[in-house]
């Protein structure tokens, strides 16, 4: 049974799972892993979810403490870093999953945890955190599954976590298809809002920008399916309804960095598409280009 969670990264979906099993556990229960300088960073600043200040408890990540629930938060350039720094409240019966975007973050997590990791894919929510202030509108849900058995336990364990939290919640049959539609989405999504400097209305109307997301996640469809993902158009306008539901003034994770001017997630999403495209001879000219404009962008900070 879990009775206590571990986040680590304090940015916009950790707030907001923060916040939501804070309002149901209780501080008591619910623990952000921050090293000493995030420590005092959030004693001086706090964070705010939607105008409210957030009261979460802290552990320093050099103490000792087996958390029942670990969920993996931080952007990708820093998921290296955390892998090490949850070791301390790892133990037998603990439960990681990993709400980074890509798909690529449970195999590099599996390597050290085995088998503690439940896939999971966070979708569509339509959180922003600037500074310290995290808003939003929609929750969106948690999509989780197991590609393999041996985890039945601990994904019915989840489950019955999630029921009791309220935390919405949808079980895949086909996690990794769920995880590379997520990626399609975030392909185009991210970066065509990222290289236009604009807002989610910027591809949910119809012209340039719409037309150009659509043609990088085709690309991402094909090398998927290169890999052996059965992903195609259905599921391509699948996530454009979606894309259509998400509050028109809000932006994605890679666009909020631009703004913060900090290094973007460009690697996880184009550059593995363009890797990928080599990999199986598939011509990936939409990420290529956004590859390379959004390391100009970068340069130019």
């Known amino acids: 049974m879990i009775n206590n969670v571990g986040i680590i990264g304090m940015g916009a979906l950790g707030i907001l799972y923060g916040d939501i099993l804070t309002n149901s556990l209780g501080k008591?229960?619910?623990f952000f892993i921050l090293d000493e300088n995030r420590i005092k960073k959030y004693n001086n600043e706090g964070v705010f979810s939607n105008g409210k200040k957030c009261d979460f408890s802290v552990l320093n990540k050099k103490e000792i403490k087996p958390l029942?629930?670990?969920?993996v938060a931080v952007k990708y350039t820093a998921l290296e870093e955390a892998i090490k720094n949850i070791k301390n409240f790892v133990y037998e019966d603990t439960i990681i999953i990993s709400v980074l975007n890509g798909v690529i973050s449970e195999d590099l997590i599996i390597k050290v945890y085995d088998d503690k990791v439940i896939h999971c894919v966070a979708q569509g929510m339509d959180a922003v955190k600037l500074e310290n202030e995290l808003?939003?509108?929609?929750i969106g849900t948690l999509n989780i599954g197991i590609v393999d058995n041996k985890m039945k336990d601990k994904l019915e364990n989840l489950i019955n976590f999630f029921k009791r939290v309220n935390m919405p919640y949808i079980l895949e049959k086909d996690i990794l298809k769920r995880m590379w539609g997520k990626f399609m989405l975030n392909v185009g999504v991210n970066q065509v809002?990222?290289?236009?400097?604009g807002t989610y209305k910027t591809v949910i109307e119809e012209g340039h920008y719409r037309d150009m997301m659509i043609k990088a996640m085709k690309e991402a469809?094909?090398?998927a399916n290169a890999k052996g993902i059965d992903i195609g158009d259905s599921d391509l306008n699948m996530y454009l309804d979606i894309l259509s539901t998400l509050n028109p003034d809000g932006m994605p994770s890679m666009r909020q960095d631009g703004l913060l001017k900090r290094k973007t997630e460009k690697d996880l999403f184009s550059k593995t598409v363009v890797d990928l495209g080599n990999q199986y001879e598939i011509d990936t000219p939409i990420n290529d280009y956004l590859y390379k404009t959004i390391c100009k962008m970068?340069?130019?900070y």
């Open 28 to 30: 008591e229960n619910v």
């Open 68 to 71: 029942d629930l670990i969920i």
């Open 135 to 138: 808003t939003y509108k929609n």
């Open 193 to 197: 809002v990222m290289i236009s400097e």
């Open 221 to 223: 469809i094909l090398v």
């Open 298 to 300: 970068e340069e130019e």
